[in-house]
């Protein structure tokens, strides 16, 4: 009795520990689940987080000259402005130990100084160029190129920004018209041999000016000067700008922009006409305000009147390259747009309204990242720092210093999961590139080829597997005698143990040739190999019975095997013959050029043969046990009351084993869903849209694990693939999830047989 006790306590005890042992595991899993997801989630969240822009400092400037442009370095610790008398005054912009915020702590002239205080070293204007450099006109036409740059040095143990001034061109004047007028709009440009200049002259004249260097111009600033006048009809220039790869010259006109070509030497053809649609028969009509270059200058913008800033670029279309509208964003509804700003490095740029109200945009993304007020005015001179975290605006007395913080401005819903018109493509598209050779690469990010390419792979994967997976699963559990079963089932879940680098390389290597060599044989394969189990079938019920008495029942399926292996030669003995017969002897030829279908060595072909091969493991494995595990007296009562083998098949075994052949599907549609290495190998990686069974693809798995190395933490392409990350997660979970509720609706439907 005691020892009864003792056993019976013993087993609560062990069994009250198995089902908590049980019951941690099982929220393990959950709590790790949803690890997974805040984490992923946690990286992402940045990229679709708004602009910010914060005012950091302001002070007042004191000085007995106009200011006619600012500067800051890349650091935001030091701020400049250029005088209209020449001088160049250095503000401190971090408190440091012996300086405040707004201090003076250096001064230099822009002129020798023997022009210091001549008439001619007054500065008339100062046009931007953008990065460190500026152009300085002075008061009779003649221009000076000066380079602000910026050195650290660490002297006294802590580091000082060191200030200089360059002169990239000389330290003179250079006299740009032959006239010698003066200009009312100016733009340049400058390469290594080269520099260009285009201006209106106050007497109404277009010309353009070209330097062209005896050596080079960071070694030597010696130079030749031509001089050209375009012909231009029009009696007004609002603004002149020229690409910095001194091809094209952009002409402001009233309500219309004028592209000239500046590649000929001794011409400057009219290439083309930009006439923006503006609101003509209201009741207050609307202009053109202003333009500018987008950062790579391919596009330009162009603001109006009513508020609206629009985006221009080349497109090549059936009459040439032309300049089409390609999307337009709302600065302000009822106030014009006084100036744009664009960041040197990304396609973000800054309107500022006549009232002062700023906004923020990014061209590809389409994205309104922030509107405001900074100063409360139109500010006299605007500028974004180097780095593109910062702005300084400075109304006319006081200089003010703001923070951005705008890392991932290219990333929107719209650009991830809709078609971008991106610049040089002929039309929108979804594209995912994410680098290049070129500095002046745009990232495109669009998710849907990506995630295109893994349902496509996953498809060719499942069409492959699951006739072949489930009609094994169906002989091996019903019709396969024990002894037979016992070593066959083993032999095809060992396949699962085979690593997918090693099906990836067969396929990418070895497969992928035969495939392109024989393609015709591929086709016939998947004629005659099902053909010949049916003849073969069909052969063996016709067959006497005291012939089939012969074989072993054991060793019928053995006589498959002949059949397959005839058929297989058939096949590729055909090929040769077809090949010549059908397509003229290059079925390559004849898919491309007759039918227009591209062909790639690695394809969707290879991939669904070779992913394929995986997944059946999985299939089979699962969908046999569940067919073997259908109680046997259902089989039996099935028969008993006069159904046939087919019949009990169909009705019964098949219905009642519903949930868990689903459930293998299901699995092994998940574990195609999340294959890497065959696709990765097999593929070709091309992130493309097309079904083509010829055709090869890149999945979310293969990308991640291909670009995740390469990619900068913390960058957006770094962010995005964790993006990648989480779609599979999400494609896999909902799956899952629809999986385990369909499996439950046919337990429920069937468990009463």
Excluded at 429 to 452: A, M, N, R, Y
Excluded at 506 to 531: D, M, R, S, T
């Amino acid at each position: 009795m005691t020892i009864a006790l003792k056993s019976a306590g013993s087993r609560k005890l062990k069994n009250s520990i198995a089902r908590w042992l049980i019951t941690l595991g099982g929220i393990s899993v959950l709590f790790t689940l949803v690890l997974i997801f805040m984490y992923l989630l946690y990286v992402i969240k940045p990229i679709f987080e708004s602009a910010k822009i914060e005012p950091l400092t302001s002070f007042a400037v004191t000085s007995n000259s106009e200011v006619l442009a600012t500067g800051v370095d890349e650091l935001k610790e030091l701020a400049y402005t250029i005088r209209k008398d020449g001088m160049v005054d250095y503000y401190q912009l971090k408190a440091g130990a012996d300086s405040a915020v707004g201090t003076v702590i250096y001064q230099e002239s822009l002129f020798p100084e023997d022009l210091v205080s001549a008439q001619d070293g007054h500065i008339a204007k100062v046009v931007n160029l953008g990065g460190d450099q500026k152009l300085v006109v002075n008061e009779q036409g003649q221009t000076l190129l000066v380079a602000f740059k910026f050195l650290s040095q660490f002297d006294t143990g802590e580091r000082i920004i060191v200030p200089n001034i360059t002169y990239p061109l000389g330290e003179e004047f250079l006299r740009v018209d032959e006239n010698e007028a003066q200009f009312s709009h100016l733009s340049f440009a400058m390469g290594d041999e080269r520099a260009v200049l285009v201006g209106y002259t106050k007497d109404n004249r277009l010309i353009k000016t070209s330097l062209i260097a005896e050596d080079d111009f960071s070694y030597d600033p010696e130079h030749s000067v031509e001089y050209q006048e375009i012909n231009f009809e029009l009696n007004r220039v609002d603004q002149v700008v020229v690409t910095p790869d001194m091809r094209m010259a952009f002409v402001r006109s009233a309500d219309q922009v004028l592209v000239y070509d500046l590649t000929d030497e001794y011409d400057v053809p009219l290439k083309a006409t930009i006439i923006p649609q503006l609101a003509q028969n209201s009741s207050k009509p609307h202009h053109l305000t202003t333009m500018t270059l987008l950062s790579g200058s391919s596009s330009v913008l162009i603001g109006d009147s009513s508020g609206q800033v629009t985006q221009w670029f080349e497109v090549a279309t059936d009459g040439g390259r032309e300049f089409k509208l390609i999307r337009s964003f709302d600065a302000s509804e009822n106030e014009a747009v006084a100036k744009i700003y664009t960041e040197q490095y990304r396609k973000s740029f800054f309107t500022v309204t006549t009232s002062g109200n700023v906004g923020a945009f990014y061209t590809t993304s389409q994205a309104d990242l922030w509107h405001g007020s900074l100063i409360g005015s139109l500010p006299k001179t605007f500028t974004i720092t180097p780095r593109a975290d910062g702005l300084l605006a400075f109304d006319g007395s006081e200089l003010h210093l703001f923070s951005v913080e705008n890392e991932h401005p290219e990333v929107t819903w719209h650009a991830l999961w809709q078609e971008v018109w991106y610049e040089g493509y002929p039309e929108p598209e979804f594209i995912w590139q994410s680098t290049s050779g070129s500095d002046d690469f745009e990232g495109k990010f669009s998710l849907v080829p990506i995630s295109f390419g893994t349902i496509k792979a996953a498809l060719y994967a499942m069409l492959f597997a699951v006739p072949i997976a489930l009609t094994a699963a169906i002989y091996t559990a019903y019709f396969m005698t024990p002894a037979m079963r016992k070593k066959v089932k083993p032999t095809i879940e060992i396949m699962e143990a085979l690593p997918t680098v090693i099906l990836g390389f067969l396929a990418g290597l070895w497969l992928a040739p035969i495939v392109e060599k024989y393609l015709p044989a591929i086709g016939l394969l998947f004629v005659l190999l099902p053909l010949s189990v049916f003849i073969t079938a069909f052969a063996w019920h016709k067959l006497p019975k005291q012939y089939k008495a012969l074989i072993p029942e054991t060793w019928a399926p053995i006589i498959l095997i002949p059949a397959l292996a005839l058929a297989g030669y058939l096949s590729f003995a055909l090929s040769p013959v077809l090949e010549t017969y059908f397509f003229g002897g290059d079925v390559r030829q004849y898919l491309t050029n007759d039918l227009g279908i591209s062909f790639d060595q690695r394809n969707a072909l290879v991939v669904g043969i070779a992913m394929g091969f995986a997944v059946i493991p999985t299939i089979f494995s699962m969908a046999e046990d569940a067919i073997f595990s259908v109680p046997k007296h259902l089989t039996s009562g099935s028969l008993a009351l006069g159904a046939t083998q087919w019949q009990t098949l169909v009705k019964v075994v098949l219905l009642t084993a519903s949930p868990g052949i689903f459930s293998a599907v299901m699995m092994g549609l998940g574990r195609a869903v999340g294959e890497t290495m065959i696709v990765l190998m097999a593929t070709g990686n091309t992130p493309i849209l097309d079904w083509s069974v010829f055709q090869g693809m890149r999945t979310l798995s293969a990308n991640i694990a291909v670009e995740m190395p390469e990619s900068e933490v913390g960058s957006t392409h770094y962010r995005i693939l964790f993006l990648a990350a989480f779609v599979l997660f999400v494609f896999t979970f909902v799956f899952n999830t629809v999986a385990e509720f369909v499996r439950q609706r046919l337990r429920e439907k069937y468990s009463s047989l």
